[in-house]
């Protein structure tokens, strides 16, 4: 599938679906350009929180998880999923809400690799840095791989993501991190799309972003008026 078709596909279609899980907290998307070209490739990354542990446990038997299941065969070749239980997650710098942040860097780290080197390389740089720690949570409930995964990695150990004002310090970082040994996979952002915040879908999540550059476009900014979204689209 063409990179822009995709894009618009997981966006605009299938993340339309997934903003109406129920008891998503938030749900954001981050369009990807690999810097790395060892390991599988990455296409997109979504990090979502939920309101609640029961949520979060109860979203593999939600009414929406098998159609959510059907449309990823026509979207991705391979999902990871992980699926973290309530914790500390290792956080510096401000939210990404409340900070004028506009570059996302990621770095994977695979199973077996050590995740210091990446921080050390990343150590007071960025303006908002998060480490999760994905061995607390297991991929293999939510594969849905459309092919043999014979060769690749069975999981990895660690995301960190980085954010920063300025795209020029952003570029710094990622040429310092492109120069780490392998087993880092890194990833530029080439788009942020908030689906779900504070627990309700955004007007994108709700309606896709052709849908809202239309609106903005002929002013009709009523369009997305929380009234009239409620009304056309109820979630609870």
Do not use: K
Not at 116 to 140: E, M, S, Y
């Amino acid at each position: 599938m063409p990179t822009d078709l995709f894009r618009r596909y997981w966006r605009d279609v299938h993340g339309v679906m997934a903003a109406r899980v129920h008891g998503f907290e938030s749900y954001t998307q981050y369009h990807v350009e690999p810097l790395t070209t060892s390991g599988p490739g990455i296409d997109g990354i979504a990090l979502v929180t939920f309101a609640s542990e029961d949520d979060r446990n109860a979203l593999a038997a939600g009414p929406l998880t098998p159609h959510i299941h059907a449309d990823e065969q026509n979207l991705f070749e391979r999902v990871f999923l992980y699926s973290l239980p309530e914790g500390p997650r290792q956080i510096t710098g401000n939210g990404i809400a409340s900070s004028p942040v506009s570059e996302h860097l990621f770095v994977i780290v695979q199973g077996g690799q050590d995740a210091r080197p990446v921080l050390d390389a990343l150590a007071g740089q960025a303006d908002h840095l998060a480490i999760f720690d994905l061995t607390r949570g297991d991929p293999a409930l939510w594969n849905t791989a459309r092919f043999d995964d014979a060769g690749v990695p069975a999981g990895f150990s660690a995301l960190i993501h980085a954010a920063w004002g300025s795209s020029a310090t952003a570029t710094s970082a990622a040429a310092r991190l492109a120069a780490l040994p392998g087993g880092y996979l890194l990833c530029r952002s080439q788009g942020r799309f908030a689906m779900v915040e504070g627990g309700r879908p955004t007007a994108i999540g709700l309606r896709g972003l052709p849908a809202v550059q239309t609106i903005e476009e002929a002013g009709a900014i009523n369009q997305l008026s929380p009234e009239i979204e409620q009304l056309l689209f109820p979630c609870p």
